[in-house]
């Protein structure tokens, strides 16, 4: 009777240390999953670059302060340190994954303006002008993506390399500090669905809409296309 209680014992044990080490691995895979598509290592010092406020250099909008602490969060999770500059930030990302939030629009990221015109040559975003219907439209490939605020709005996502770095720029361009805020919430909870969805995970360019704000503020938003072809190309 001794004998099948320790059998037993044994054999529960060793039950409980495979599932703890499945566990273990299924969360390891996780992360990684999760650190590729971000391109960070963990370990490393992520910078974040945040735009400023239109037209008000120096201060930066709420919603793009929680976007900030949203990447904070992120990196956090991924065992990584942060390190926040503004938008007139100058230099090379250097060792460090840059994540640089918001639009170009009224000199709101300086750096999203010459990112977007040294790695995505077929992506133009429209200045800000209340007269024009186009006003702040990001267009690519010749396919202009209406701004309509507080209704329904677009966020550029963009992953690259720059030659004089040896670690990926994450761009979040959206037209207002909202659809930024709703790519991060929704690129978090969201990237294994979105990384099948793509044609790669190392360099892409993908445009994510957010409806229904007046009702749901940031938290709809879903993939709308993957424009990677037409926002590389030369």
């Known amino acids: 009777m001794l004998e099948n209680i320790a059998i037993g014992l044994v054999t529960s044990l060793l039950g409980g240390g495979l599932v703890w080490l499945w566990e273990r691995a299924k969360r390891t895979r996780e992360v990684n999953k999760r650190a590729g598509f971000f391109g960070v290592r963990p370990g490393q010092t992520c910078l974040v670059v945040l735009g400023n406020k239109y037209n008000s250099p120096g201060t930066a909008t709420y919603r793009d302060i929680r976007a900030a602490m949203g990447l904070a969060l992120l990196a956090g999770e991924l065992g990584c340190d942060v390190l926040i500059e503004s938008g007139d930030f100058r230099g090379s990302?250097?060792?460090?994954?840059?994540?640089?939030?918001?639009?170009?629009?009224?000199?709101?990221?300086?750096?999203?303006?010459?990112?977007?015109?040294a790695h995505l040559p077929g992506v133009t975003v429209h200045p800000y002008d209340a007269t024009n219907p186009y006003s702040v439209a990001i267009e690519?490939?010749?396919?202009?993506?209406l701004f309509d605020r507080g209704n329904q709005e677009y966020v550029l996502v963009a992953k690259f390399v720059p030659e004089e770095?040896?670690?990926p720029v994450f761009l979040v361009c959206g037209q207002s500090s909202t659809a930024n805020l709703a790519a991060i919430h929704f690129l978090r909870r969201e990237f294994t669905?979105?990384?099948?969805?793509?044609?790669?995970?190392?360099?892409?360019?993908i445009l994510i809409k957010v409806s229904g704000i007046g009702t749901y503020d940031h938290h709809r938003a879903a993939l709308e296309r993957d424009v990677s072809a037409a926002a590389f190309a030369q």
Do not use: M
């Open 140 to 145: 690519v490939g010749g396919e202009k993506y």
């Open 93 to 117: 990302n250097g060792d460090r994954t840059e994540f640089c939030v918001g639009g170009p629009a009224g000199g709101s990221n300086l750096r999203t303006g010459g990112h977007l015109a």
């Open 193 to 205: 669905r979105v990384a099948e969805q793509i044609s790669s995970v190392q360099r892409f360019c």
């Open 165 to 167: 770095s040896g670690n």
